[in-house]
């Protein structure tokens, strides 16, 4: 189902915009803190999410450098299950609605 | 089964062992790192808080079981693919809660850069600073030489 159907198919609508904003992509946003290691950054990417070497780099430079990294997008469960695995190694992780970019 | 021993300095490591203590003892209640889901539903933000808790509790006694009779006995500590992974979340828990509790003043960017007189700190806040410092050699010795049996567990 479109949103745009959701929309028009009447009660309950509330019920239906949340199904729907949770069934579209999310991602998986890792923020930047002073504290933890940049050794320890490319060590949790690897393991949490199966990265290289230059792939979990990149995105520990870019959480470095520009404050934030998108470090996977899909559905809402599986994003929420890799911000608890991101919380559990002390990582700081939000999630984001594609619809909002 | 690799394994690392590492011969401390007795006379400059046991007197952080306080400072280290006390933030396990706050880490008890307080996630090290602020949740960042604030979406979820109370009761399964609840259950993850609970769980999120009872693992952070696990790892930290992990690392307090470091510092056991043979470490005050010659000062050495040993770490393997049983204790790596728990040691090196416990690290960068206590390294957040010390920013927390004591590091603040000193600013993010400092703490990142690392570039502090140690001479010109009060001595709670070079203890602490100090502490920061040595888990996160811990942290550095563990990552080095063990990060393949973390990838791999």
Same mark, same amino acid.
């Given at each position: 189902?479109?949103?745009? +159907?959701?929309?028009? /198919?009447? #009660?309950?609508?509330? /019920? ?7 069934? @579209?992509?999310?991602? =998986? ?14 060590? =949790?990417?690897?393991?949490?999410? @199966?990265?290289?070497? /230059? ?18 997008? @899909? ?10 695995? *991101? ?5 700081? %992780? ?8 | ?14 007197? !952080?062992?306080?400072?280290?203590? @006390?933030? %396990? ?11 960042? !889901? ?22 930290? +006694? ?23 992974? /728990?040691? =090196?979340?416990? #690290?960068?828990? =206590?390294? *957040? ?13 400092? !703490? ?12 709670? !806040? ?12 811990? +942290? ?14």
């Amino acid at each position: 189902m479109t949103k745009a +159907q959701a929309k028009t /198919q009447g #009660t309950p609508a509330p /019920q239906a915009e949340t199904e729907l904003a949770l069934q @579209g992509a999310w991602r =998986v946003v890792v923020l930047n803190d002073p504290v933890n290691l940049m050794s320890y950054v490319v060590l =949790v990417f690897k393991k949490v999410f @199966g990265f290289d070497e /230059q792939t979990a780099r990149r995105h520990m430079l870019e959480v470095h450098e520009q404050g934030r990294s998108v470090v996977w997008s @899909g559905l809402r469960e599986k994003a929420e299950a890799y911000a608890f695995t *991101l919380q559990q190694w002390h990582l700081t %992780a939000v999630l984001e609605s594609d619809e909002a970019h | 089964m690799k394994r690392i021993e590492v011969k401390l300095a007795l006379p400059v490591v046991a007197p !952080l062992l306080d400072v280290i203590k @006390g933030m %396990a003892d706050s880490l008890r209640r307080n996630l090290a790192a602020p949740l960042g !889901l604030t979406d979820l539903d109370a009761e399964f933000g609840s259950a993850w808080t609970d769980e999120l808790m009872a693992a952070q509790n696990e790892d930290v +006694q992990t690392l307090l079981a470091l510092f056991n009779d043979e470490f005050f006995a010659d000062g050495v500590i040993a770490f393997d693919e049983g204790n790596a992974e /728990q040691i =090196v979340r416990a #690290t960068a828990a =206590v390294r *957040l809660r010390l920013r927390e509790y004591y590091l603040k003043p000193l600013g993010d960017e400092t !703490l990142e850069s690392g570039n502090v007189e140690l001479e010109q700190l009060d001595e709670p !806040l070079r203890k602490a600073f100090m502490c920061y410092l040595f888990l996160a050699t811990i +942290q550095e010795l563990i990552i080095q030489h063990l990060d393949s049996s973390i990838l791999e567990s």
